[in-house]
């Protein structure tokens, strides 16, 4: 199940990949797709679901489908779109040498987004508490969230981490203020949920923002 990257997102694009690599641009493009009209809601919120189906004649069906509103998009891949066995055995072999870079950017990629949905989080938090949240809390608060924003933009993910961390610790404070209210157990201004992550030996979907223009 996947979701949007930002709050009101009104389509995200479906991107069908062929490789082994870890990055998008560094495996074959199959086609991609847009799934439009999903009602506005917070990020995270929308629940889509992507399927992929392998037919007996070797043509490959994926789906996209708002789990809210039942709109579906789907695309048919035909069986020579693909690789050849020479181009697959090339990519694995890529793979396999780059597998020590491959795994430090996806370890980059983990932490920088556990980083954003911590800023957004922790933002949208503040935004909650209104007047419950003091002027120096604010401003600890905000102070490290601009300092996790430039890690973000940075390679270095001992410092994403670090930042990741020291935000959580500053904003945990009011959290549990928060939370106490509700008569909830609070561990800071968010709980980061592991992201359910497939590997797909043949095909793997990519998430791209859809800007409405309308």
Do not use: C
């Not at 503040?126 to 419950?132: C, L, R, S, V, Y």
């Amino acid at each position: 199940m996947f979701s949007t990257a930002d709050d009101n997102q009104g389509a995200v694009t479906i991107h069908v990949l062929q490789g082994e690599r870890k990055q998008a641009a560094q495996n074959k493009s199959l086609g991609k797709f847009d799934l439009a009209e999903i009602p506005p809601a917070p990020r995270g919120v929308p629940q889509i679901e992507v399927t992929f189906d392998i037919d007996a004649n070797g043509i490959l069906h994926v789906g996209a489908k708002d789990k809210a509103t039942g709109k579906e998009q789907k695309i048919t891949i035909k069986a020579n779109s693909g690789l050849s066995d020479e181009e697959i055995q090339q990519m694995i072999r890529d793979a396999e040498t780059n597998a020590e870079a491959d795994k430090k950017f996806e370890e980059l990629a983990g932490a920088r987004n556990q980083g954003d949905a911590l800023v957004h989080s922790t933002r949208k938090m503040i935004a909650d508490a209104g007047d419950k949240v003091t002027d120096e809390e604010k401003t600890a608060i905000e102070a490290a969230v601009v300092a996790l924003e430039a890690a973000i933009k940075g390679d270095d993910k001992a410092a994403i981490e670090a930042k990741v961390e020291e935000l959580s610790k500053v904003s945990a404070p009011v959290a549990q203020k928060m939370y106490a209210e509700q008569g909830q157990p609070a561990d800071g201004a968010a709980q980061q949920a592991e992201p359910e992550a497939k590997h797909d030996d043949v095909v793997d979907a990519e998430f791209e923002e859809v800007k409405d223009n309308k």
